[in-house]
């Protein structure tokens, strides 16, 4: 039995080899994971290192938390040199990636950017969700990201089912929605 994550992008490399040596295809394995590191790396290597801040939202159809380091947009976010507010905050559970969402805690952070990961049923029903409780509760209005309209909503199909082999697509998602002066306009999946 094979436990095998894949949120970050080493351990995305990681599973291309252990699935590649178990099918036998080691070859094709190693190929396509220094395919995935090169176009990664290319992404990477263009971003500034002015190391905006962000604050990583995770909506379901119910309720709203911080997506953590450990999680795949805070990953990439990390690999990408953005600093994620809730990295150093405590896990709902300790295989958890995601804490306690505190818009408290937000506004005295102040993010440059918030990004809206999702688990409802659809990319518009997330945004709209979002949306939603962004205007309706006051106290997301002392957000200046919130304010200024610095919301990024995240594809699921990118952020929250893991990317494998889309994913050096994901990052250069999130890369270009933060800067698309330098990446261009972000390619929906």
Excluded at 19 to 24: A, N
Excluded at 28 to 50: G, N
Excluded at 132 to 152: C, F, G, H
Aim: aromatic letters at 6%; proline letters at 6%.
């Amino acid at each position: 039995m094979l436990n095998i994550k894949t949120r970050s992008l080493d351990e995305v490399l990681q599973t291309y080899q252990t699935l590649g040596k178990v099918l036998g295809h080691t070859k094709e394995a190693k190929k396509r994971s220094s395919q995935i590191s090169a176009q990664v790396k290319s992404t990477v290597d263009k971003m500034p290192a002015d190391g905006k801040r962000v604050a990583i939202l995770f909506a379901t159809a119910t309720s709203m938390s911080l997506k953590l380091n450990n999680s795949i947009a805070g990953s990439m976010a990390k690999l990408l040199k953005l600093k994620n507010i809730a990295s150093s905050a405590i896990p709902d559970d300790p295989n958890s990636e995601t804490a306690t969402l505190s818009v408290e805690k937000i506004t005295q952070q102040q993010p440059d950017i918030i990004m809206v990961t999702s688990m409802v049923q659809n990319n518009a029903l997330a945004r709209q969700t979002v949306n939603r409780e962004l205007t309706s509760n006051p106290a997301w209005q002392a957000v200046d990201a919130v304010r200024k309209k610095k919301i990024i909503y995240l594809p699921q199909q990118y952020f929250l089912f893991n990317g494998g082999p889309n994913y050096p697509d994901s990052v250069a998602y999130m890369a270009a929605s933060v800067h698309p002066e330098i990446f261009g306009k972000p390619i929906e999946p």
